[in-house]
């Protein structure tokens, strides 16, 4: 399709979800461009014209992974954004108001990472959408490959309750989590 907002980027994520509620897929592109890291929401009018939606609270992120998934039980599309802001990286949950509007939910238990892959799924069998972060934990004096799952209590409030002992991203340019998706209908995953 010629004639799209968007910018081009690298070290980039994308994700594909209704985040206002009018039954058409919106897009979120996070990445780097050739002057800044940027995350931009665009609204679809349901024909493929795409809007960049203004006054999000998204930090501009590279090497970075994005993920959609309803956290706190309300029927719309929540998000979560990883990746490299400076030196460090960041992993950052917003709830959705169900009109494209996000709020950012502070005080999760989430280390920020980059080189990151994400994923939702009900890994516990409570019906409400749990999460599994994979990717580089950089301190000032230290960096660290990590695969943690966090449950979720169906509203929104995560908790660590055990590493993964063998870390599924070992050296971050061979993850492969990326290729995982969970098929709650099914009750399996696929790869």
Known sequence: MSGTPFDG???CSIA?????GDNDNDVLITG?????RISKLYTNDGSGTFTEMSGTPFDGVAFSSIAFADVDGDNDNDLLITGQIGSAGIAK???NDGDGTFVEMTDTPFDGVLFSYIAFADVDGDNDNDLLITGLKRTNTSETQISKLYTNDGGGEFTYPYAIPNPICAIPSHCKIRYLAFSIEQGRHMS
């Open 9 to 11: 980027v690298d070290k």
């Open 93 to 95: 949950l917003f709830t």
């Open 16 to 20: 594909f979800a209704d985040v206002d």
């Open 32 to 36: 780097l461009t050739k002057i800044s």
